[in-house]
Each structure stands twice: as structure tokens, then as C-alpha cells.
């Protein structure tokens, strides 16, 4: 059985290598991924880790490949709930494919449980936070659906479908 996976793909008025800064730099991530901090150094094995701004981790992974500015994968793993955690390691692929004075940025998160609380958290999560790194980078102003508030609702949600699960429910 294949598991599920969710695609989303954008164009951004901006380089490959502003692109790769914004997915990969803490400074950056923190405007358009709910107020959350990356840390890596971005070489193959090396983690990844999702600073929250209350200091806890909320997401992890380690970095399975790394192609400046063009492609990089890394696993991932919800850390702010346990029946979250407990649904295990997906994969994420960034892909940046210049295209003139645009990049088409393609990001693919797989290896997902069906029906999971992870599936419905990140079909909610990937739009706001990819839209508002869109904005971000064309316009200089991430978009208010990526603020921290605005991830406590999607959270929630995720949760709540991932205690379901974990009951059989």
C-alpha cells in the first residue's frame, strides 16, 4: 500500500539562492514557519531541529540530502505531542528549479500515515507557512495566517486526530 503524500508546488519572484537562505536560515524560517527557528548545519546526517519561541523543539529530523540551492531532503517528526511523536519519521523534499528571474519551488512531505494527525496538521501547515515565504521573499512581509496564533488552530487539529488514531477510534 502506498502511503500518502502531499505536493505543493509555487513560483517565487526571487533566486535560488535567496530561496535556499529562507528554507535554511533560522532568521528567515522564524517569519514564515509559525514563529519557528531551524537549526542544522545542513550536511548529510546532521540534524534538524524546529525551534519553537517558547525553547522547546516542536519538529526534528536529520538532513538525508543536501544540494545547495537546489535540492535538499531531510526526515521529519512532530515533537509537541506525544501522539504526534509517536506517529513516526516522514520525509521532506525541498526541490528549487530556476526558471528566469523565478524559482519553481516543489516541496513533497511523504512517507506519511493515512489519516494521520501529521497528514491533516501539514495539509493545513505547508500552504500558510509556503504562501508566506512567498510574500516573504517578493514582498518583504511574511503573511499574519503564519504567526505563531495562527499554528496553535492547525495544531489542535492535528492532535486531536492523531489522540483518534492512537485510541483506534
Not at 509537541?80 to 526541490?95: C, H, I, N, P, Q
Amino acid at each position: 500500500m502506498t502511503k500518502p503524500s502531499f505536493v505543493y508546488v509555487t513560483y517565487i519572484a526571487t533566486t535560488p539562492e535567496r530561496l535556499w537562505a529562507a528554507l535554511t536560515q533560522p532568521e528567515f524560517t522564524e517569519r514564515y514557519m509559525f514563529g519557528r527557528r531551524v537549526e542544522s548545519t545542513w550536511v548529510q546526517g546532521a540534524p534538524v531541529r524546529y525551534w519553537g519561541r517558547e525553547g522547546t523543539v516542536s519538529d526534528s529530523g536529520d538532513v538525508i540530502e543536501c544540494d545547495p540551492p537546489r535540492r535538499l531532503v531531510i526526515t521529519w517528526r512532530v515533537e509537541f505531542d506525544d501522539a504526534l511523536r509517536d506517529e513516526g519519521y516522514s520525509t521532506v523534499t525541498f526541490e528549487l528549479e530556476p526558471l528566469g528571474g523565478e524559482v519553481k519551488l516543489t516541496v513533497i512531505h511523504d512517507q506519511l500515515r493515512e489519516g494521520s494527525g501529521v497528514e491533516k496538521g501539514i495539509s493545513m501547515g505547508w500552504p500558510k507557512a509556503l504562501s508566506s515565504l512567498k510574500s516573504l521573499l517578493e514582498t518583504g512581509r511574511p503573511l499574519a495566517i503564519s504567526s505563531p496564533e495562527s499554528a496553535a488552530v492547525g495544531e489542535a487539529a492535528a492532535i486531536d486526530v492523531a489522540r483518534m488514531s492512537s485510541r483506534g477510534a
